[in-house]
């Protein structure tokens, strides 16, 4: 997506935490998500946040927003070989009306057993 | 849980031709998305429908129409295909007073 931005891959051995990044440029995004896509299938809403929260904590997810920077992202800890997929945050806003998703790029995680 | 149904879930077909493409919402949603996705691409909004009608507009071609009916059911219909519409195309619902979107499995168009 033009204004959000992820980066492209991450590597990480399993047990180890993954932290993926986004940033977005709409200040007057709402909410902010995180899915999950695995090779040719769907999306999956991992977890996501309030603009008006800093953090949340959802079992081995936690996403962290810096609205100043406008920089999210999400740590998953204990990584295992299950992980690995691609992931993309979205933002939505009501100023759209619709809450339609404007999509990051997507980071694709490889976990190494 | 009944999730967002699609169908089909592949299709190919031939330059020039036309398809179309059925999504069912999860029961008592009454917005729907559809998103497209290139190869190795992100999603991108092509458009959505409240009540039955047309509530927003992305970047979808002029080829391509959809529409919900009185059931919520959706369609998106594709006339002269080209090869660059072979994409992975997403349905998403929305429930009244929520937020997050939630995504069938997707249907695989390939035009040959």
């Known amino acids: 997506g033009e204004d959000v931005e992820q980066s492209l891959f991450l590597s990480v051995r399993e047990g180890d935490s993954s932290v993926i990044n986004c940033t977005y440029t709409d200040s007057s995004s709402t909410y902010l998500y995180w899915y999950k896509q695995e090779p040719g299938a769907g999306l999956q809403l991992l977890t996501y946040?309030?603009?008006?929260?800093d953090m949340k904590q959802d079992q081995r997810l936690t996403v962290l927003l810096n609205k100043k920077d406008k920089h999210l992202s999400l740590r998953i800890a204990d990584t295992q070989t299950g992980d690995s997929a691609i992931y993309f945050c979205?933002?939505?806003?009501?100023?759209?009306?619709?809450?339609?998703?404007?999509f990051g790029t997507g980071t694709r995680l490889k976990v190494l057993a | 849980a009944a999730g967002v149904i699609q169908s089909p879930r592949h299709l190919i077909k031939e330059k020039r031709e036309t398809a179309t493409l059925k999504c069912y919402p999860i029961?008592?949603?009454?917005?729907v998305y559809w998103y497209q996705q290139g190869p190795g691409q992100d999603p991108q909004f092509l458009i959505s429908f409240y009540e039955k009608m047309q509530s927003d507009k992305g970047s979808i071609p002029d080829r391509f129409s959809a529409q919900q009916f009185s059931d919520y059911h959706s369609e998106l219909n594709m006339s002269s295909l080209e090869l660059g519409d072979s994409a992975l195309y997403f349905c998403?619902?929305?429930?009244?007073?929520?937020?997050?979107?939630?995504f069938g499995p997707g249907t695989r168009l390939t035009v040959t």
């Open positions: 979205a933002e939505s806003s009501p100023t759209s009306g619709t809450y339609k998703y404007i």
């Open positions: 998403a619902s929305r429930a009244q007073g929520g937020h997050e979107q939630y």
């Open positions: 029961p008592r949603h009454d917005t």
């Open positions: 946040i309030f603009s008006n929260m």
